[in-house]
């Protein structure tokens, strides 16, 4: 599968367990080792060796503290530091999300987060 239709999915910027889920919308597992994930200003982590997602499967990134309540960029990088997805976000509030719907898709306010789950039934403007 192409590497480039790994997405951003959703993430939770408000607490020390801020966190980021990955979606993989192709059929086949992708490695993503190496991937990284930052801010606008610094490398917030790094996928380490053996991480993989599963077809049609996620992945979530615990990025404690990192991400910026009052707003904020994520991007996605492959391996070669070549750009994958990115998404910009004004400020959160504590409980509410912000993810794909339906998974992969546009980006709405979620009220209840799906963390490390499809975002179809549970992420709901």
């Given at each position: 599968p192409a590497p480039?239709?790994?997405?951003i999915n959703e993430f939770y910027a408000y607490s020390s367990n801020d966190w980021v889920e990955l979606y993989n919308p192709n059929a086949?597992?992708?490695d993503i080792s190496g991937w990284t994930l930052k801010d606008s200003t610094s490398l917030i982590f790094t996928f380490p060796e053996n991480s993989l997602i599963p077809g049609s499967g996620f992945v979530v990134a615990?990025?404690?503290?990192?991400?910026?309540?009052g707003g904020d960029t994520i991007t996605l990088s492959d391996n070669n530091?070549?750009?994958v997805d990115?998404?910009?976000?004004?400020?959160?509030a504590e409980g509410i999300s912000e993810g794909r719907s339906p998974d992969g898709g546009a980006w709405i306010i979620c009220q209840t987060a799906s963390k490390n789950a499809s975002n179809e039934e549970i992420c709901q403007p």
């Open positions: 480039q239709n790994i997405v086949e597992t992708t615990e990025v404690g503290n990192r991400l910026n309540v530091e070549s750009l990115e998404v910009s976000y004004d400020a959160t």
